[in-house]
Protein backbone atom coordinates (compact mmCIF):
# COMPACT_ATOMS: atom_id res chain seq x y z
CA UNK A 1 0.00 0.00 0.00
CA UNK A 2 1.35 3.16 -1.18
CA UNK A 3 1.74 5.58 2.06
CA UNK A 4 -0.95 8.50 2.43
CA UNK A 5 0.56 12.36 0.65
CA UNK A 6 0.52 15.08 3.12
CA UNK A 7 -1.08 18.23 1.60
CA UNK A 8 -1.56 21.94 2.95
CA UNK A 9 -4.82 23.49 1.51
CA UNK A 10 -6.67 20.15 0.38
CA UNK A 11 -10.37 21.06 0.86
CA UNK A 12 -12.98 19.22 2.91
CA UNK A 13 -14.58 15.99 1.71
CA UNK A 14 -17.99 17.17 0.64
CA UNK A 15 -20.06 15.60 -1.74
CA UNK A 16 -22.14 18.95 -3.84
CA UNK A 17 -25.64 19.12 -4.67
CA UNK A 18 -27.40 16.67 -7.18
CA UNK A 19 -27.69 19.28 -10.10
CA UNK A 20 -28.79 18.26 -13.61
CA UNK A 21 -26.71 19.51 -16.35
CA UNK A 22 -28.71 20.91 -19.13
CA UNK A 23 -26.60 23.56 -21.73
CA UNK A 24 -28.06 26.23 -22.40
CA UNK A 25 -27.44 28.26 -25.94
CA UNK A 26 -24.98 31.61 -24.99
CA UNK A 27 -26.50 34.63 -26.95
CA UNK A 28 -22.77 36.38 -27.02
CA UNK A 29 -22.87 38.11 -30.30
CA UNK A 30 -19.91 37.67 -32.93
CA UNK A 31 -18.28 40.75 -33.73
CA UNK A 32 -15.78 40.96 -36.84
CA UNK A 33 -14.01 44.17 -38.43
CA UNK A 34 -16.37 47.44 -38.38
CA UNK A 35 -18.94 45.85 -35.83
CA UNK A 36 -15.97 44.96 -33.21
CA UNK A 37 -14.83 48.32 -33.42
CA UNK A 38 -17.85 50.18 -33.29
CA UNK A 39 -18.83 47.70 -29.93
CA UNK A 40 -15.54 48.34 -28.60
CA UNK A 41 -16.07 52.15 -28.54
CA UNK A 42 -19.62 51.91 -27.37
CA UNK A 43 -18.52 49.22 -24.63
CA UNK A 44 -15.69 51.43 -23.47
CA UNK A 45 -17.67 54.63 -23.34
CA UNK A 46 -20.76 53.67 -21.81
CA UNK A 47 -21.15 51.88 -18.54
CA UNK A 48 -24.31 50.71 -19.04
CA UNK A 49 -23.52 49.01 -22.08
CA UNK A 50 -20.86 47.22 -20.38
CA UNK A 51 -22.53 46.27 -17.47
CA UNK A 52 -25.60 44.74 -19.72
CA UNK A 53 -22.32 42.83 -21.84
CA UNK A 54 -21.50 41.35 -18.08
CA UNK A 55 -25.03 40.90 -17.43
CA UNK A 56 -25.56 38.90 -21.13
CA UNK A 57 -22.24 36.31 -20.89
CA UNK A 58 -24.20 35.79 -17.23
CA UNK A 59 -21.51 36.02 -14.95
CA UNK A 60 -23.95 36.77 -12.57
CA UNK A 61 -25.50 33.56 -12.62
CA UNK A 62 -23.63 32.07 -9.49
CA UNK A 63 -25.87 34.91 -7.03
CA UNK A 64 -28.82 32.47 -7.16
CA UNK A 65 -26.97 29.38 -6.31
CA UNK A 66 -29.14 27.76 -3.15
CA UNK A 67 -26.67 27.34 -0.25
CA UNK A 68 -23.34 28.85 -1.30
CA UNK A 69 -23.48 31.13 1.33
CA UNK A 70 -22.19 27.77 3.88
CA UNK A 71 -19.07 27.59 1.49
CA UNK A 72 -15.99 29.50 2.11
CA UNK A 73 -15.04 31.74 -0.23
CA UNK A 74 -11.75 30.03 -2.07
CA UNK A 75 -9.80 32.97 -4.20
CA UNK A 76 -6.94 31.13 -4.21
CA UNK A 77 -7.49 26.99 -5.16
CA UNK A 78 -3.75 26.63 -3.73
CA UNK A 79 -3.37 22.75 -2.07
CA UNK A 80 0.28 21.69 -2.21
CA UNK A 81 1.57 18.09 -1.77
CA UNK A 82 4.19 18.06 1.20
CA UNK A 83 6.98 16.23 1.51
CA UNK A 84 7.58 13.73 4.12
CA UNK A 85 9.69 13.49 6.56
CA UNK A 86 13.50 13.46 6.08
CA UNK A 87 13.13 14.13 2.31
CA UNK A 88 15.21 16.54 0.77
CA UNK A 89 15.57 15.65 -2.77
CA UNK A 90 14.41 18.94 -4.66
CA UNK A 91 14.33 17.61 -8.43
CA UNK A 92 13.01 14.53 -10.24
CA UNK A 93 14.94 12.25 -11.82
CA UNK A 94 15.37 12.25 -15.97
CA UNK A 95 15.02 8.52 -15.82
CA UNK A 96 17.05 6.18 -18.33
CA UNK A 97 13.59 4.84 -20.35
CA UNK A 98 13.35 9.04 -21.33
CA UNK A 99 16.30 8.71 -23.27
CA UNK A 100 15.10 5.78 -25.43
CA UNK A 101 14.31 7.22 -28.70
CA UNK A 102 11.72 6.22 -30.93
CA UNK A 103 11.17 3.58 -33.75
CA UNK A 104 13.15 4.50 -36.50
CA UNK A 105 10.57 4.09 -39.17
CA UNK A 106 7.94 4.73 -36.76
CA UNK A 107 4.33 6.32 -38.76
CA UNK A 108 4.58 10.60 -38.19
CA UNK A 109 7.88 10.65 -35.93
CA UNK A 110 8.68 13.69 -34.91
CA UNK A 111 11.96 14.19 -33.40
CA UNK A 112 12.57 14.03 -29.43
CA UNK A 113 15.20 15.50 -27.03
CA UNK A 114 16.40 11.96 -26.89
CA UNK A 115 17.01 12.03 -30.95
CA UNK A 116 19.36 15.06 -30.46
CA UNK A 117 21.21 14.22 -27.90
CA UNK A 118 22.49 11.21 -29.28
CA UNK A 119 23.09 12.70 -32.59
CA UNK A 120 24.97 15.07 -30.81
CA UNK A 121 26.99 12.45 -29.23
CA UNK A 122 28.14 10.40 -32.24
CA UNK A 123 28.94 13.67 -33.85
CA UNK A 124 26.68 13.38 -36.85
CA UNK A 125 25.23 17.04 -35.50
CA UNK A 126 26.22 19.41 -33.46
CA UNK A 127 23.86 22.33 -31.47
CA UNK A 128 25.68 25.09 -33.29
CA UNK A 129 24.74 23.30 -36.44
CA UNK A 130 20.87 23.28 -35.42
CA UNK A 131 20.56 26.57 -34.16
CA UNK A 132 22.64 28.19 -37.28
CA UNK A 133 19.71 26.39 -39.53
CA UNK A 134 16.37 27.20 -37.43
CA UNK A 135 17.17 30.87 -36.71
CA UNK A 136 17.08 31.56 -40.90
CA UNK A 137 13.70 29.49 -40.33
CA UNK A 138 12.01 31.42 -37.18
CA UNK A 139 13.68 35.13 -37.14
CA UNK A 140 11.03 38.07 -38.28
CA UNK A 141 12.96 41.38 -40.21
CA UNK A 142 13.91 39.01 -43.48
CA UNK A 143 13.09 39.45 -46.85
CA UNK A 144 10.91 37.45 -48.18
CA UNK A 145 9.74 36.84 -44.67
CA UNK A 146 10.60 33.49 -43.08
CA UNK A 147 8.23 30.66 -43.61
CA UNK A 148 7.85 30.09 -40.42
CA UNK A 149 8.38 33.22 -38.73
CA UNK A 150 4.95 34.04 -37.20
CA UNK A 151 4.93 31.58 -34.38
CA UNK A 152 8.15 33.62 -32.62
CA UNK A 153 7.73 37.29 -31.61
CA UNK A 154 11.02 37.55 -30.93
CA UNK A 155 14.62 35.74 -31.43
CA UNK A 156 18.45 37.13 -30.55
CA UNK A 157 21.11 35.55 -32.34
CA UNK A 158 24.07 36.12 -30.31
CA UNK A 159 22.03 34.76 -27.43
CA UNK A 160 21.34 31.85 -28.97
CA UNK A 161 24.20 31.16 -31.04
CA UNK A 162 26.44 31.75 -27.78
CA UNK A 163 24.38 29.22 -25.77
CA UNK A 164 24.61 27.04 -28.82
CA UNK A 165 28.78 27.01 -28.74
CA UNK A 166 28.97 26.70 -25.21
CA UNK A 167 26.68 23.00 -25.91
CA UNK A 168 28.70 21.93 -28.73
CA UNK A 169 32.02 22.45 -26.82
CA UNK A 170 30.83 20.15 -23.90
CA UNK A 171 29.75 17.33 -26.29
CA UNK A 172 33.33 17.56 -27.89
CA UNK A 173 34.58 17.27 -24.39
CA UNK A 174 32.82 14.50 -23.41
CA UNK A 175 31.05 16.53 -20.82
CA UNK A 176 27.40 17.11 -21.74
CA UNK A 177 25.13 18.21 -18.94
CA UNK A 178 22.14 15.33 -19.94
CA UNK A 179 19.12 14.67 -22.51
CA UNK A 180 18.18 18.06 -22.60
CA UNK A 181 21.71 19.90 -23.69
CA UNK A 182 22.06 21.61 -26.78
CA UNK A 183 17.80 20.78 -27.51
CA UNK A 184 16.26 23.68 -28.83
CA UNK A 185 13.04 24.88 -27.42
CA UNK A 186 10.62 27.98 -27.49
CA UNK A 187 9.13 29.46 -24.71
CA UNK A 188 6.04 31.93 -24.53
CA UNK A 189 6.10 35.43 -25.02
CA UNK A 190 4.97 36.34 -21.45
CA UNK A 191 7.66 34.74 -19.31
CA UNK A 192 11.05 36.85 -18.72
CA UNK A 193 14.04 35.81 -20.11
CA UNK A 194 17.28 38.02 -19.50
CA UNK A 195 17.65 39.81 -22.75
CA UNK A 196 14.31 39.64 -24.01
CA UNK A 197 11.40 41.85 -24.18
CA UNK A 198 7.62 40.35 -22.96
CA UNK A 199 5.29 41.57 -25.28
CA UNK A 200 2.33 38.85 -23.90
CA UNK A 201 1.25 39.56 -27.99
CA UNK A 202 0.61 43.53 -27.68
CA UNK A 203 2.73 45.33 -29.93
CA UNK A 204 6.10 47.12 -28.97
CA UNK A 205 5.68 50.54 -26.75
CA UNK A 206 8.85 52.05 -26.31
CA UNK A 207 7.72 54.37 -24.19
CA UNK A 208 5.80 52.50 -21.48
CA UNK A 209 8.70 50.39 -18.94
CA UNK A 210 7.20 47.02 -19.08
CA UNK A 211 8.47 46.74 -22.65
CA UNK A 212 12.24 46.34 -21.56
CA UNK A 213 14.62 43.57 -21.89
CA UNK A 214 13.80 41.12 -18.85
CA UNK A 215 17.25 41.33 -16.76
CA UNK A 216 16.58 38.15 -15.10
CA UNK A 217 14.92 34.58 -16.45
CA UNK A 218 12.52 33.21 -14.92
CA UNK A 219 12.71 29.96 -12.42
CA UNK A 220 11.20 27.33 -14.67
CA UNK A 221 13.06 28.35 -17.77
CA UNK A 222 16.33 28.74 -15.98
CA UNK A 223 16.28 25.47 -14.64
CA UNK A 224 15.97 24.09 -18.56
CA UNK A 225 18.57 26.46 -19.69
CA UNK A 226 20.71 24.97 -16.63
CA UNK A 227 20.37 21.58 -17.91
CA UNK A 228 21.70 22.89 -21.39
CA UNK A 229 18.90 23.43 -23.51
CA UNK A 230 18.63 26.16 -25.82
CA UNK A 231 16.16 28.92 -26.05
CA UNK A 232 15.69 29.87 -29.70
CA UNK A 233 13.09 32.57 -29.50
CA UNK A 234 9.98 33.78 -27.64
CA UNK A 235 7.22 32.25 -29.04
CA UNK A 236 3.95 34.02 -30.52
CA UNK A 237 0.87 34.16 -28.21
CA UNK A 238 -2.95 35.83 -28.63
CA UNK A 239 -3.03 39.29 -27.23
CA UNK A 240 -2.64 39.00 -23.45
CA UNK A 241 -3.63 35.18 -23.46
CA UNK A 242 -7.18 36.46 -23.38
CA UNK A 243 -8.94 33.88 -25.50
CA UNK A 244 -8.07 30.67 -27.52
CA UNK A 245 -8.29 30.99 -31.43
CA UNK A 246 -4.89 32.05 -30.97
CA UNK A 247 -5.54 35.17 -33.92
CA UNK A 248 -3.53 37.88 -33.60
CA UNK A 249 -4.35 41.02 -36.39
CA UNK A 250 -0.93 43.01 -34.82
CA UNK A 251 1.72 40.04 -34.94
CA UNK A 252 -0.02 37.33 -37.43
CA UNK A 253 -1.68 34.47 -36.62
CA UNK A 254 0.83 31.64 -36.06
CA UNK A 255 -0.02 28.86 -38.79
CA UNK A 256 -1.91 25.43 -37.74
CA UNK A 257 0.36 23.00 -39.79
CA UNK A 258 -2.08 20.41 -39.58
CA UNK A 259 -4.63 22.26 -41.87
CA UNK A 260 -3.84 25.97 -42.52
CA UNK A 261 -7.64 27.02 -42.88
CA UNK A 262 -8.00 26.55 -38.95
CA UNK A 263 -6.35 28.44 -36.46
CA UNK A 264 -3.39 26.84 -34.07
CA UNK A 265 -5.61 27.61 -30.71
CA UNK A 266 -4.38 29.81 -28.40
CA UNK A 267 -3.30 31.50 -26.03
CA UNK A 268 -0.10 29.50 -26.31
CA UNK A 269 -0.61 29.67 -30.44
CA UNK A 270 3.21 29.94 -31.78
CA UNK A 271 4.13 27.07 -29.21
CA UNK A 272 1.25 25.14 -30.79
CA UNK A 273 2.85 25.97 -34.02
CA UNK A 274 5.98 25.34 -34.11
CA UNK A 275 5.52 22.12 -32.19
CA UNK A 276 3.25 21.19 -35.38
CA UNK A 277 5.97 21.83 -37.41
CA UNK A 278 8.85 20.25 -35.83
CA UNK A 279 11.01 22.80 -35.60
CA UNK A 280 11.28 22.31 -31.73
CA UNK A 281 10.59 19.26 -29.35
CA UNK A 282 9.63 21.63 -26.43
CA UNK A 283 7.89 24.63 -25.91
CA UNK A 284 7.10 26.31 -22.55
CA UNK A 285 3.67 28.24 -22.55
CA UNK A 286 1.26 29.10 -20.13
CA UNK A 287 -2.50 28.11 -19.24
CA UNK A 288 -5.25 30.60 -17.58
CA UNK A 289 -8.41 29.06 -19.55
CA UNK A 290 -6.60 26.11 -21.16
CA UNK A 291 -3.90 27.78 -23.44
CA UNK A 292 -1.70 24.83 -22.76
CA UNK A 293 -3.91 22.28 -23.80
CA UNK A 294 -6.26 23.82 -26.33
CA UNK A 295 -2.96 24.48 -28.67
CA UNK A 296 -1.56 21.28 -27.95
CA UNK A 297 -5.40 19.56 -28.84
CA UNK A 298 -5.76 21.61 -31.82
CA UNK A 299 -2.14 21.23 -33.47
CA UNK A 300 -1.73 17.58 -32.66
CA UNK A 301 0.89 18.13 -29.31
CA UNK A 302 1.21 17.24 -25.61
CA UNK A 303 0.23 19.54 -23.48
CA UNK A 304 0.96 19.81 -19.24
CA UNK A 305 -1.40 22.12 -17.15
CA UNK A 306 0.21 21.55 -13.57
CA UNK A 307 -1.06 22.04 -10.28
CA UNK A 308 -1.26 25.25 -9.70
CA UNK A 309 1.41 27.14 -8.78
CA UNK A 310 3.88 23.73 -9.06
CA UNK A 311 6.66 25.29 -11.38
CA UNK A 312 6.25 29.04 -10.47
CA UNK A 313 4.15 30.83 -8.09
CA UNK A 314 2.12 33.66 -10.31
CA UNK A 315 0.33 36.42 -9.88
CA UNK A 316 -2.98 34.66 -10.58
CA UNK A 317 -5.38 32.31 -8.70
CA UNK A 318 -5.49 30.33 -12.54
CA UNK A 319 -2.62 30.74 -14.25
CA UNK A 320 0.29 28.48 -14.57
CA UNK A 321 3.80 27.45 -16.62
CA UNK A 322 3.71 24.11 -17.98
CA UNK A 323 5.41 22.39 -20.83
CA UNK A 324 4.06 21.57 -24.38
CA UNK A 325 6.49 18.66 -26.79
CA UNK A 326 6.20 16.29 -29.57
CA UNK A 327 6.16 13.18 -27.68
CA UNK A 328 4.99 12.13 -24.37
CA UNK A 329 8.60 11.47 -23.12
CA UNK A 330 9.99 15.30 -23.72
CA UNK A 331 6.48 16.47 -21.84
CA UNK A 332 7.81 14.27 -19.15
CA UNK A 333 11.59 15.52 -19.30
CA UNK A 334 10.48 19.36 -19.31
CA UNK A 335 7.97 18.63 -16.60
CA UNK A 336 10.47 17.08 -14.35
CA UNK A 337 13.64 19.56 -14.92
CA UNK A 338 11.77 22.85 -14.57
CA UNK A 339 9.99 21.71 -11.43
CA UNK A 340 13.17 22.15 -9.28
CA UNK A 341 12.43 23.79 -6.23
CA UNK A 342 13.20 27.05 -5.65
CA UNK A 343 14.29 28.03 -1.81
CA UNK A 344 13.33 31.32 -2.31
CA UNK A 345 9.62 31.03 -3.41
CA UNK A 346 7.83 29.79 -0.16
CA UNK A 347 4.78 28.29 -2.07
CA UNK A 348 6.89 26.80 -4.85
CA UNK A 349 9.41 25.28 -3.01
CA UNK A 350 7.43 23.79 -0.63
CA UNK A 351 5.62 21.14 -2.97
CA UNK A 352 6.70 17.59 -2.72
CA UNK A 353 7.82 15.97 -5.78
CA UNK A 354 5.08 14.37 -8.06
CA UNK A 355 5.35 10.91 -7.47
CA UNK A 356 4.74 8.32 -10.35
CA UNK A 357 2.03 5.65 -9.68
CA UNK A 358 2.49 2.09 -8.49
CA UNK A 359 2.16 -0.64 -11.26
CA UNK A 360 -0.37 -2.36 -9.18
CA UNK A 361 -2.40 1.02 -8.71
CA UNK A 362 -6.07 0.64 -9.44
CA UNK A 363 -6.53 2.45 -12.98
CA UNK A 364 -9.84 4.57 -12.82
CA UNK A 365 -11.24 7.04 -15.34
CA UNK A 366 -14.49 9.10 -14.62
CA UNK A 367 -16.82 10.19 -17.17
CA UNK A 368 -19.62 12.44 -16.40
CA UNK A 369 -21.21 11.31 -19.69
CA UNK A 370 -23.59 14.40 -19.98
CA UNK A 371 -21.07 17.05 -20.19
CA UNK A 372 -18.49 14.53 -22.25
CA UNK A 373 -21.22 13.76 -24.81
CA UNK A 374 -21.93 17.52 -26.01
CA UNK A 375 -18.72 17.00 -28.15
CA UNK A 376 -19.56 17.38 -31.65
CA UNK A 377 -20.15 13.65 -33.33
CA UNK A 378 -16.57 13.64 -34.82
CA UNK A 379 -14.63 14.24 -31.54
CA UNK A 380 -16.96 12.01 -29.35
CA UNK A 381 -15.76 8.81 -32.23
CA UNK A 382 -12.63 9.37 -31.81
CA UNK A 383 -12.38 10.04 -27.75
CA UNK A 384 -14.79 7.16 -26.96
CA UNK A 385 -12.30 4.58 -29.72
CA UNK A 386 -9.15 5.79 -27.27
CA UNK A 387 -11.12 5.23 -24.12
CA UNK A 388 -11.88 1.60 -25.29
CA UNK A 389 -8.30 0.71 -25.46
CA UNK A 390 -7.19 2.07 -22.11
CA UNK A 391 -9.94 -0.04 -21.26
CA UNK A 392 -10.02 -3.23 -22.70
CA UNK A 393 -6.11 -2.99 -23.32
CA UNK A 394 -5.16 -1.56 -20.16
CA UNK A 395 -7.08 -2.36 -17.56
CA UNK A 396 -8.56 1.23 -16.70
CA UNK A 397 -12.38 0.77 -15.44
CA UNK A 398 -14.86 3.62 -16.57
CA UNK A 399 -16.98 4.81 -13.39
CA UNK A 400 -19.74 7.33 -13.88
CA UNK A 401 -19.59 10.40 -12.02
CA UNK A 402 -20.97 13.94 -11.56
CA UNK A 403 -19.91 17.02 -10.85
CA UNK A 404 -22.41 20.06 -9.81
CA UNK A 405 -22.91 23.35 -11.28
CA UNK A 406 -20.45 23.11 -14.21
CA UNK A 407 -22.17 25.71 -16.15
CA UNK A 408 -22.02 28.38 -13.70
CA UNK A 409 -18.63 27.10 -12.53
CA UNK A 410 -17.26 27.61 -16.01
CA UNK A 411 -19.42 31.43 -16.24
CA UNK A 412 -17.35 32.53 -13.11
CA UNK A 413 -14.26 31.27 -14.09
CA UNK A 414 -14.32 33.38 -17.19
CA UNK A 415 -15.62 36.34 -15.26
CA UNK A 416 -12.37 35.66 -13.35
CA UNK A 417 -9.93 35.47 -16.08
CA UNK A 418 -11.03 38.59 -17.70
CA UNK A 419 -11.48 40.29 -14.14
CA UNK A 420 -7.88 38.91 -13.33
CA UNK A 421 -6.55 40.48 -16.90
CA UNK A 422 -8.01 43.92 -16.50
CA UNK A 423 -6.18 43.73 -12.83
CA UNK A 424 -2.78 42.97 -14.21
CA UNK A 425 -2.82 44.95 -17.74
CA UNK A 426 -3.45 48.10 -15.36
CA UNK A 427 -0.10 47.56 -13.83
CA UNK A 428 1.89 47.44 -16.57
CA UNK A 429 1.27 50.65 -18.25
CA UNK A 430 1.79 54.08 -16.75
CA UNK A 431 -1.60 55.22 -16.63
CA UNK A 432 -3.57 52.94 -14.95
CA UNK A 433 -6.75 55.19 -16.26
CA UNK A 434 -5.85 54.50 -20.09
CA UNK A 435 -4.40 50.99 -19.57
CA UNK A 436 -6.31 49.99 -22.66
CA UNK A 437 -4.75 52.22 -25.22
CA UNK A 438 -2.45 50.11 -26.43
CA UNK A 439 -4.73 46.67 -26.82
CA UNK A 440 -7.31 45.15 -29.96
CA UNK A 441 -10.49 46.17 -30.06
CA UNK A 442 -11.65 42.84 -28.92
CA UNK A 443 -9.45 43.09 -25.93
CA UNK A 444 -10.88 46.26 -25.36
CA UNK A 445 -14.08 45.23 -24.95
CA UNK A 446 -13.40 41.96 -23.03
CA UNK A 447 -11.53 43.56 -20.49
CA UNK A 448 -13.67 46.27 -19.95
CA UNK A 449 -16.64 44.07 -19.05
CA UNK A 450 -14.38 41.93 -17.14
CA UNK A 451 -13.89 45.56 -15.08
CA UNK A 452 -17.80 45.24 -14.15
CA UNK A 453 -17.08 41.85 -11.76
CA UNK A 454 -17.43 43.81 -8.61
CA UNK A 455 -15.79 42.26 -4.96
CA UNK A 456 -19.39 40.84 -3.87
CA UNK A 457 -19.03 38.58 -7.29
CA UNK A 458 -15.56 37.25 -6.27
CA UNK A 459 -16.79 36.18 -3.42
CA UNK A 460 -19.77 34.58 -5.10
CA UNK A 461 -17.16 33.13 -7.44
CA UNK A 462 -15.04 31.73 -4.56
CA UNK A 463 -17.91 30.14 -2.72
CA UNK A 464 -18.47 28.22 -6.04
CA UNK A 465 -15.02 27.03 -6.56
CA UNK A 466 -14.91 25.97 -3.26
CA UNK A 467 -18.03 23.81 -3.72
CA UNK A 468 -16.76 22.00 -6.89
CA UNK A 469 -13.32 21.59 -4.95
CA UNK A 470 -14.93 19.95 -1.97
CA UNK A 471 -16.90 17.61 -4.49
CA UNK A 472 -13.72 16.67 -6.22
CA UNK A 473 -12.07 15.80 -3.01
CA UNK A 474 -15.08 14.06 -2.55
CA UNK A 475 -14.63 12.00 -5.80
CA UNK A 476 -10.70 11.33 -5.32
CA UNK A 477 -11.55 10.11 -1.64
CA UNK A 478 -14.41 7.87 -3.81
CA UNK A 479 -12.18 6.37 -6.13
CA UNK A 480 -8.35 6.95 -5.40
CA UNK A 481 -6.27 7.57 -8.62
CA UNK A 482 -9.60 8.93 -10.25
CA UNK A 483 -8.71 10.02 -13.59
CA UNK A 484 -11.64 13.05 -14.85
CA UNK A 485 -11.20 11.86 -18.54
CA UNK A 486 -12.96 14.46 -21.55
CA UNK A 487 -12.35 15.32 -25.03
CA UNK A 488 -9.83 18.41 -24.19
CA UNK A 489 -11.94 20.53 -26.78
CA UNK A 490 -16.04 19.52 -28.59
CA UNK A 491 -14.77 20.45 -31.89
CA UNK A 492 -11.74 19.29 -33.68
CA UNK A 493 -10.90 22.46 -35.34
CA UNK A 494 -11.78 25.88 -35.57
CA UNK A 495 -12.20 27.66 -38.61
CA UNK A 496 -10.69 30.61 -39.80
CA UNK A 497 -12.88 33.27 -40.77
CA UNK A 498 -11.75 35.61 -43.85
CA UNK A 499 -10.79 39.29 -43.00
CA UNK A 500 -10.51 38.42 -38.96
CA UNK A 501 -6.47 38.86 -39.55
CA UNK A 502 -7.40 42.51 -40.12
CA UNK A 503 -9.16 43.73 -36.78
CA UNK A 504 -8.77 40.14 -34.81
CA UNK A 505 -12.46 38.89 -33.64
CA UNK A 506 -14.63 38.48 -30.77
CA UNK A 507 -16.98 35.58 -30.78
CA UNK A 508 -17.66 34.65 -27.11
CA UNK A 509 -20.17 31.68 -27.60
CA UNK A 510 -17.56 29.63 -29.71
CA UNK A 511 -14.72 30.74 -27.16
CA UNK A 512 -17.05 29.00 -24.31
CA UNK A 513 -18.01 25.98 -26.15
CA UNK A 514 -14.51 25.68 -27.12
CA UNK A 515 -13.01 25.81 -23.31
CA UNK A 516 -16.30 23.90 -21.90
CA UNK A 517 -13.87 21.33 -20.74
CA UNK A 518 -10.54 22.70 -19.31
CA UNK A 519 -11.65 25.56 -17.38
CA UNK A 520 -12.60 23.14 -14.34
CA UNK A 521 -8.83 22.38 -13.80
CA UNK A 522 -7.40 26.47 -14.43
CA UNK A 523 -10.57 26.65 -11.36
CA UNK A 524 -9.68 24.20 -9.32
CA UNK A 525 -5.86 24.08 -9.18
CA UNK A 526 -5.68 20.65 -10.40
CA UNK A 527 -2.86 19.41 -12.71
CA UNK A 528 -4.43 18.14 -16.09
CA UNK A 529 -2.88 16.66 -20.06
CA UNK A 530 -4.00 16.54 -22.99
CA UNK A 531 -2.39 13.84 -25.62
CA UNK A 532 -3.46 13.47 -29.41
CA UNK A 533 -5.74 10.07 -30.16
CA UNK A 534 -6.95 10.34 -33.56
CA UNK A 535 -7.72 12.63 -36.84
CA UNK A 536 -10.88 13.71 -38.19
CA UNK A 537 -10.94 14.93 -41.82
CA UNK A 538 -11.66 18.92 -42.16
CA UNK A 539 -14.79 21.24 -43.73
CA UNK A 540 -11.91 23.07 -45.40
CA UNK A 541 -8.03 23.15 -46.78
CA UNK A 542 -5.86 20.10 -46.75
CA UNK A 543 -4.60 17.83 -43.87
CA UNK A 544 -6.12 16.58 -41.17
CA UNK A 545 -7.77 17.85 -37.52
CA UNK A 546 -5.99 16.65 -34.29
CA UNK A 547 -8.24 15.58 -31.85
CA UNK A 548 -6.73 15.65 -28.15
CA UNK A 549 -8.18 13.58 -24.83
CA UNK A 550 -7.46 15.03 -21.26
CA UNK A 551 -7.45 13.42 -17.92
CA UNK A 552 -7.89 15.89 -15.02
CA UNK A 553 -5.72 14.15 -11.54
CA UNK A 554 -5.70 14.98 -7.94
CA UNK A 555 -3.73 17.93 -6.83
CA UNK A 556 0.19 17.01 -7.01
CA UNK A 557 -1.04 14.10 -9.22
CA UNK A 558 0.67 15.31 -12.71
CA UNK A 559 3.36 11.95 -12.75
CA UNK A 560 0.21 10.21 -13.03
CA UNK A 561 -1.15 11.92 -16.05
CA UNK A 562 2.14 11.44 -17.46
CA UNK A 563 1.82 8.39 -17.56
CA UNK A 564 -1.24 8.13 -18.66
CA UNK A 565 -0.18 10.22 -21.50
CA UNK A 566 2.96 8.01 -22.29
CA UNK A 567 -0.01 5.58 -22.65
CA UNK A 568 -2.47 7.58 -24.98
CA UNK A 569 0.52 8.21 -27.26
CA UNK A 570 1.17 4.36 -27.53
CA UNK A 571 -2.39 4.14 -29.13
CA UNK A 572 -1.84 6.87 -30.98
CA UNK A 573 1.35 5.35 -32.69
CA UNK A 574 0.22 1.63 -32.59
CA UNK A 575 -3.20 1.62 -32.44
CA UNK A 576 -5.20 4.42 -34.94
CA UNK A 577 -5.07 3.19 -38.31
CA UNK A 578 -2.40 5.13 -39.99
CA UNK A 579 -0.42 6.09 -36.82
CA UNK A 580 0.02 10.01 -35.74
CA UNK A 581 -0.26 12.07 -38.82
CA UNK A 582 2.88 14.84 -39.66
CA UNK A 583 1.82 18.01 -41.52
CA UNK A 584 3.36 17.87 -45.24
CA UNK A 585 5.57 21.03 -44.13
CA UNK A 586 7.03 20.08 -41.44
CA UNK A 587 10.97 20.48 -41.08
CA UNK A 588 13.20 17.74 -41.06
CA UNK A 589 15.40 20.08 -39.27
CA UNK A 590 18.52 17.29 -38.18
CA UNK A 591 18.98 16.49 -42.52
CA UNK A 592 18.60 20.07 -42.90
CA UNK A 593 21.38 20.86 -40.34
CA UNK A 594 23.54 18.28 -41.92
CA UNK A 595 23.43 19.71 -44.99
CA UNK A 596 23.85 23.10 -44.21
CA UNK A 597 26.99 24.85 -45.11
Known sequence: MEPT???????????????????????????????????????????????????????????????????????????????????????????????????????GRFYSAADYHELYKSGTLTPFQVAKTLLPLISRGQSPPAKYELAWSTTSEDIVLAAAKKSADRYAAGQPLGVLDGVPIGVKDDQDIEGYVSHMGMPLDASEPFFKPAPSTIWPIAQLEAAGAIVVGK?????????????NPRWGTPINWNNKSYYPGGSSSGAGS?????????????????????????????GLKPTLHRTYTMKSSICVIGPMAATADDLTIAYRTMTVRNPEDPVQGSFALSVPPSPSAKKTIGIYREWFDQASPAVLEVTQKAISYFTDKLGYEVVDISIPYLQEGQYAHSAWALTEAI??????????????????????????????????????????????MQHLAFLWKTHPGLLVVTPTSPEAGWLIHPGDQAYGFSDGNVTIRNMMYIWLANSTGCPAVSAPVGYVDPEKGDGKLPVGLMAMGDWGAEEQLLSWAKEAETYLNGVWQGGRYRPKDWVDVVETSKNAQ
Not at 57 to 64: E, I, L, N, V
Not at 235 to 247: F, P, T
Not at 274 to 302: K, N
Not at 439 to 462: E, F
Open 235 to 247: LAMHELGSDISGC
Open 274 to 302: ALCAGLIPIAIGTDAGGSIRIPSSLCGAY
Open 423 to 468: ALQRSRVSDPNNALANLNHCNQLLLTVGGCTSGADMIKYGQLRALI
Open 5 to 107: RRFSGYPPVKEGPKTEYKPVTDKNPALRGWPLIIAAKIVNNSSYMAKATWENAKFGCTKGIPGLDQYDWQLQPIVTPLTGDGDVQSRAKITPELYQRQLVDLA
